[in-house]
């Protein structure tokens, strides 16, 4: 499975932006699919994360009620809505799947990862 992440770009406070993330193969529906960012000089962290079936989902603290993971098994792509952007959101967003119904949380879950995306948040 390889995977393309795409959408980033330089937003205002306050702004909107939406990543999306493409897989190539058939098992993307049944993958788990998390969205993770990496902040210069930082780990990278958690961000949010969706079932297989779309029906579950998880977010970090920090952008729970601001960031949203969907997914269309059907165009074999997970989005990550990103509303009320703050500068500390600024970072390179990286998507990740993971086999197994399972919700994961922490990087070393996944297997397979996309190249990433570098959101810029200005003030």
């Known amino acids: 499975v390889q995977l393309q992440a795409s959408g980033g770009g330089l937003v205002q406070a306050g702004g909107s932006l939406r990543l999306s993330c493409a897989a190539s193969?058939?098992?993307?529906?049944?993958?788990?699919m998390g969205w993770f960012r990496q902040a210069p000089g930082k780990e990278r962290e958690f961000v949010g994360v969706i079932s297989w079936g779309g029906r579950n989902t998880d977010y970090a603290d920090s952008v729970k009620g601001r960031f949203t993971v969907s997914r269309d098994n059907a165009k074999n792509t997970v989005y990550l809505q990103m509303n009320s952007l703050k500068p500390e959101d600024t970072a390179v967003y990286y998507c990740?799947?993971?086999?197994?119904?399972?919700?994961?949380?922490?990087?070393?879950?996944?297997?397979?990862w996309g190249q990433g995306t570098l959101v810029t948040v200005s003030s």
């Open positions: 193969g058939r098992t993307f529906s049944s993958l788990g």
């Open positions: 990740a799947g993971k086999r197994g119904p399972r919700l994961a949380l922490t990087r070393n879950e996944y297997d397979y």
